[in-house]
C-alpha cells in the first residue's frame, strides 16, 4: 500500500542536541511538508518541498532544517537552537495533478520530547 | 494570506444526532480549496471533506456534508446520525488550488459523542 512512514513514533532529546526526524513517502508525491501540532493548536507549518533539491521556510523556521536529496524522502532536524521542542510532528505529501492541487496525505506522527 | 478561525474549542452530541462545526475564513485568492479533516485519539490526519471555491455546490460525503458561504467567507461541517467513531478533533483548513500548495489549519474543535 503507498503512504507516509514517519519514524519512530516517540521520540527524547537531551538538551543540546539535535534529532532528526525521518520522513518517507511512496506515493510518487512531488510535494513534501512538516507540520508542528501543539496542545490545542492547530497544525503549524515548519518548512515545505515542492521539488528535489528545494524546500522553503514556513511559519515557524526557526531552529528545524530539512533536506530533500531525494523524491521519497524529507527528513527534519530539529536543532538545539529550538528552544521549545515538546510537541507532535507531522509530515505530508501532495501531488499536483490535472493543474491543481490534490489534498494532502499525512503520515502518523512522531512525539518529541525533552528529557 | 489565508487564515482561518474555529472559535469553539469544544461540542457534544448525542449518538443518532446531527451536530454542525462552525468555520470562518480570510483569503485573498479568487480560488482555493477548503477542508475538514479529523484527527482520532490516535493523532492521524483524515481528510472528511473537500470543497472547491469555484463550486457553488455544496460538498458531501456520506453523513457529512458542508454548507458553504462564499461571501460570508463561512465553512461550517454537518455531521448527521453521529457515531461514536466520529469522536475527534475537527481541523478546518484552507490551501491555494495553484502549484504552491500551503494548507492553514484552524486551531481545531474537539467533538465528543455521547451514548
Known amino acids: 500500500d503507498g503512504g507516509i512512514t514517519q519514524s519512530p513514533k516517540y521520540l527524547f532529546r537531551k538538551e543540546g542536541q539535535n534529532v532528526t526526524l525521518s520522513c518517507e513517502q511512496n506515493?510518487?508525491?512531488?510535494?513534501m511538508y512538516w507540520y508542528r501540532q501543539d496542545p490545542g493548536q492547530g497544525l503549524r507549518l515548519i518548512y515545505y518541498?515542492?521539488?528535489?533539491?528545494?524546500?522553503q521556510k514556513g511559519d515557524i523556521a526557526e531552529g528545524y532544517s530539512v533536506s530533500r536529496e531525494k523524491k521519497e524522502s524529507f527528513p527534519l532536524t530539529v536543532t538545539s537552537a529550538q528552544k521549545n521542542p515538546t510537541a507532535f510532528y507531522l509530515c505530508?505529501?501532495?501531488?499536483?495533478?490535472?493543474?491543481?492541487?490534490?489534498?494532502?496525505?499525512f503520515g502518523d506522527g512522531t512525539r518529541l520530547s525533552i528529557l | 494570506a489565508q487564515t482561518v478561525t474555529q472559535s469553539q474549542p469544544e461540542m457534544s452530541v448525542q449518538e443518532a444526532e446531527t451536530v454542525t462545526l462552525s468555520c470562518t475564513y480570510d483569503?485573498?485568492?479568487?480560488?482555493?480549496?477548503l477542508f475538514w479533516y479529523k484527527q482520532p485519539p490516535s493523532r492521524q490526519m483524515i481528510l472528511v471533506i473537500r470543497?472547491?471555491?469555484?463550486?457553488?455546490q455544496n460538498a458531501t460525503e456520506n453523513r457529512f456534508s458542508v454548507n458553504f458561504q462564499k461571501a460570508a467567507k463561512s465553512f461550517s461541517l454537518k455531521i448527521s446520525d453521529s457515531q461514536l467513531g466520529d469522536a475527534a478533533m475537527y481541523f478546518c483548513?484552507?490551501?491555494?488550488?495553484?502549484?504552491?500548495?500551503?494548507?492553514?489549519f484552524g486551531k481545531g474543535i474537539t467533538l465528543s459523542v455521547r451514548p
Open positions: 505530508a505529501s501532495s501531488s499536483w495533478t490535472g493543474g491543481l492541487n490534490q489534498p494532502q496525505h
Open positions: 506515493l510518487n508525491h512531488d510535494a
Open positions: 518541498s515542492q521539488i528535489v533539491n528545494d524546500f
Open positions: 483569503t485573498s485568492e479568487s480560488d482555493y480549496y
Open positions: 470543497q472547491e471555491a469555484y463550486k457553488q
Open positions: 483548513a484552507s490551501d491555494y488550488t495553484g502549484a504552491n500548495s500551503k494548507l492553514t
